[in-house]
């Protein structure tokens, strides 16, 4: 198959869904012969942040040359986002020729009826775990799809694991509570490793340090053992950080992300980095730090991708994410008027998150993201009025709601509507952007 007609293979797998097991990618890495068992790893858990830090620690760990890739998820714009290796994102050819190569082994798979068939993500990690090997890689940076324990990322025995942090998502799967989250999260660490967490939720750490004491694990938790010692807005240009971590200090970096979580994001890569290493001999150098954290860039996590009018994209898909794309805006555009187009999955608490993100909308833009996933427009155009019937009665409500097809047409006529004072933000569940600007 060429790349066009793996990525529709792909598309089409989604109507499997979710399916919480190992069995499936057990079996087809081992036709593959075992390509996770070749190689270090290290997973990082989380219910946001977990891109950002895995595309961070990458680059560091590249640069200190090591033969390091990410396998992260979901992507914006194309599958080959998903895998990096050595500085680049792989090409969509190679991309094919990847996922040709396990073909023949899906269908093995699938014929087994091990309790349906192979899930779309399993297929992707799967190819994760084959590139990993036929690149040699020395470790592999492995972003958990789904929470942990099932989550076909956690096949591999990681020596080194990070966990973001922990709040509520996709609940009917993982549970109903914080506690039964983490609890799904923490399965990803294994015997005597190391491991890393920027929560400090009572709850989350008390789980953690269970968890790390029955795997004979260290645990490293953020504001006792690694933290930020001073942090400085250069507005749209990032970040200037001092950072604690596990090893040493480290001044004067210029992360060149905007978000107010990046900050946070950095310190805990630079930990899982020095921890890595600490496991090859060797030390994370500030120089080296610095010369790769001038290279980092993550799409779609608060990205500007257009000036005059400013258009922003960020990835915000659960309320966590939108609390923080709330803070961000009033941190970086609070006076601008804001153009808000919004897509979301049907499986997200959309309830909350088109709530929350009506505060600071001035022009609200309903759309779809365009995937089986994907809110049917019409059930979230019915949610919003509710919502903002309810809110006249006291707080802010967007001046004009419109319902757009799509996220392309969207911003062409957001394009049209604005001045070039305005601010576009597309957010919640967003997909293909390339070339729509």
């Keep these: 198959m060429n790349f066009g007609k793996v990525c529709k293979y792909l598309d089409d797998c989604l109507i499997f869904g979710i399916k919480p097991s190992l069995t499936r990618i057990e079996k087809i890495?081992?036709?593959l012969g075992n390509p996770h068992k070749k190689l270090d790893f290290i997973h990082i858990v989380g219910t946001n942040g977990k891109t950002s830090t895995?595309?961070?620690?990458?680059?560091?760990?590249?640069q200190h040359g090591i033969r390091c890739g990410y396998h992260i998820?979901?992507?914006?714009n194309s599958y080959t986002e998903r895998f990096w290796i050595c500085g680049e994102q792989i090409k969509s050819g190679r991309f094919a020729e990847l996922f040709n190569g396990i073909y023949q082994y899906i269908k093995e798979?699938?014929?087994?009826?091990?309790?349906?068939?192979?899930?779309?993500?399993e297929i992707i990690a799967a190819m994760a775990f084959k590139l990993a090997e036929d690149e040699n890689l020395d470790v592999m940076?492995?972003?958990?799809g789904m929470g942990g324990r099932w989550d076909a990322t956690n096949i591999a025995d990681s020596k080194v694991a990070g966990l973001c942090g922990v709040?509520?998502?996709?609940?009917?799967i993982l549970g109903d509570t914080i506690s039964k989250i983490t609890k799904e999260k923490v399965e990803v660490i294994k015997n005597k490793a190391a491991v890393a967490t920027l929560s400090n939720d009572r709850k989350v750490l008390d789980i953690l340090t269970r968890k790390v004491r029955e795997t004979d694990s260290r645990l490293f938790i953020y504001n006792r053992d690694f933290r930020i010692i001073n942090s400085q807005s250069a507005n749209l240009g990032g970040w200037k950080l001092d950072i604690k971590g596990t090893a040493a200090e480290y001044r004067g970096l210029s992360l060149p992300l905007l978000g107010t979580y990046q900050p946070l994001n950095l310190s805990l890569a630079i930990v899982l980095a020095e921890l890595y290493m600490d496991t090859v001999n060797k030390k994370v150098k500030e120089e080296l730090l610095k010369e790769s954290l001038r290279e980092v860039k993550v799409l779609g996590r608060f990205e500007i991708i257009r000036s005059n009018p400013t258009v922003l994209a960020d990835a915000s898909h659960n309320p966590e994410g939108i609390i923080n794309f709330i803070k961000n805006i009033n941190k970086y555009f609070k006076v601008a008027n804001?153009?808000?187009?919004?897509a979301v999955l049907g499986d997200k608490d959309y309830k909350t998150m088109i709530t929350d993100v009506s505060k600071v909308t001035d022009v609200l833009i309903l759309t779809s993201s365009q995937t089986d996933r994907s809110l049917d427009i019409d059930t979230l155009e019915s949610e919003v009025k509710k919502i903002l019937s309810i809110k006249k009665t006291g707080g802010s409500i967007p001046k004009e709601v419109y319902k757009i097809d799509n996220i392309g047409n969207s911003l062409n006529f957001a394009l049209k509507i604005s001045k070039s004072n305005d601010i576009i933000c597309i957010t919640g569940s967003i997909t293909n952007l390339e070339g729509i600007v």
């Design 29 to 31: 890495l081992k036709l």
């Design 54 to 62: 895995a595309t961070i620690l990458a680059y560091i760990l590249h």
């Design 73 to 76: 998820s979901p992507h914006i």
């Design 109 to 121: 798979v699938n014929d087994l009826d091990l309790g349906g068939p192979i899930t779309q993500f």
């Design 141 to 144: 940076v492995l972003e958990a």
């Design 167 to 172: 709040s509520l998502e996709h609940t009917e």
């Design 338 to 342: 804001k153009i808000v187009i919004f």
